[in-house]
C-alpha cells in the first residue's frame, strides 16, 4: 500500500497509507486526514503534508549501502542528463540512484548482478511508479547491450573493468560517472581511463553541513554529511 499523506508533529514524522492512524501523540482519524492541519485525540496538533520523492526515499526498502542526496544531485547536474537522455546505471542496488535518474532521463537502463538486489530494486522502481526504466539481471564487466548512451553512472567496485565496453556504448561527448569510496580506486580508474582515450574532466567529493537556525541559536549543526565516495567524471572523445 502507497503511502499518501506524511503527519509531522514535535519533530516525528509518521506515514499514513489508509485507515485511522496510531501515534505515541495519540490517534487520528483516517477521514480527518487532509493536507494541511489536523488534530489527534490527545488534542496534538499535527500538519499533513503529500510527500514528495525525496520524502518518499527515506521509506525505501534498503538494500546495499545507497548513495546520498549531497552525491546524488552533482551526479545528476554534472553528468547533464536531461528529459532526452537515454541513461545506464550499475549496480542497481536498492535503485535510489536508478528512480532519481529516471525521474529526469527519458530512460534509465540498470544492470544488477545480485538477484536479490535486482528484485529489490524492482519493488522500488514500481513503489515510486517510474515506467521508464529498464532493469537487467546482467553482470556489467562482461559487457553492455545498449549503444548511443548519453550517460553511464557507476556506483560498483571495479568500474576500470567497465571502460571499455562503455566507450562501445556511449554517444561521442557522453558521460561516465564513477562513485568511489577510496582514493586508490579513483587513482586506478583515472589511469586506466586515460589509457583507454578518456578526457577525465573532474574528481571531487561533496560536503554537506547543515545549520541550526533557531531563535537567538544560528550556528553549524554539530554533525555533517563528511566522506561518503569521490565522484569522478569521465568525458568520451
Ligand atoms: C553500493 S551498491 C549500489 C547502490 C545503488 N547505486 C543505489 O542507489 O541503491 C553496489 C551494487 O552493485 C552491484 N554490483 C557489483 N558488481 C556488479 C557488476 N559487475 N555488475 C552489476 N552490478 C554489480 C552490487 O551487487 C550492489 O548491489
Not at 508533529?9 to 482519524?29: I, M, P, Q, S, Y
Not at 514528495?52 to 548513495?67: E, I, S, V, W, Y
Not at 589509457?195 to 550556528?219: A, D, H
Amino acid at each position: 500500500m502507497e503511502i499518501k499523506k506524511l503527519l509531522l508533529c514535535e519533530g516525528k514524522t509518521f506515514a499514513w497509507r489508509e485507515g485511522d492512524l496510531h501515534t505515541n501523540f495519540g490517534l487520528v482519524k483516517g477521514e480527518d486526514i487532509k493536507q494541511g492541519k489536523v488534530k489527534s485525540n490527545k488534542d496534538k496538533e499535527f500538519i499533513v503534508l503529500e510527500p514528495n520523492f525525496n520524502d518518499l526515499t527515506a521509506f525505501m526498502k534498503r538494500g546495499p549501502q545507497m548513495p546520498l542526496a549531497k552525491d546524488i544531485a552533482i551526479i545528476l547536474y554534472y553528468s547533464g542528463i536531461d528529459k532526452d537522455s537515454i541513461v545506464l546505471d550499475a549496480g542497481s542496488g536498492s535503485g535510489l540512484l536508478t528512480c532519481s535518474l529516471a525521474r529526469i532521463a527519458k530512460k534509465v537502463i540498470s544492470y544488477e548482478v545480485k538477484e536479490s538486489n535486482h528484485k529489490l530494486a524492482k519493488k522500488n522502481v514500481e513503489k515510486f511508479g517510474l515506467k521508464n526504466v529498464e532493469l537487467k539481471l546482467k553482470d556489467i564487466y562482461q559487457g553492455i547491450d545498449e549503444k548511443d548512451l548519453d550517460v553511464i553512472t557507476l556506483d560498483l567496485p571495479e568500474p576500470w573493468q567497465v571502460l571499455e565496453h562503455a566507450k562501445k556504448a556511449l554517444k561521442l561527448g557522453g558521460t561516465l560517472v564513477t562513485y568511489l569510496p577510496s582514493i586508490k580506486q579513483v587513482d586506478q580508474l583515472v589511469k586506466e581511463a586515460k589509457q583507454n582515450g578518456f578526457l577525465v574532466s573532474k574528481t571531487l567529493e561533496v560536503l554537506e553541513r547543515e545549520w541550526l537556525v533557531k531563535e537567538n541559536i544560528i550556528r553549524p549543526s554539530h554533525d555533517m554529511y563528511g566522506h561518503t565516495a569521490f565522484l569522478t567524471f569521465l568525458r568520451k572523445i
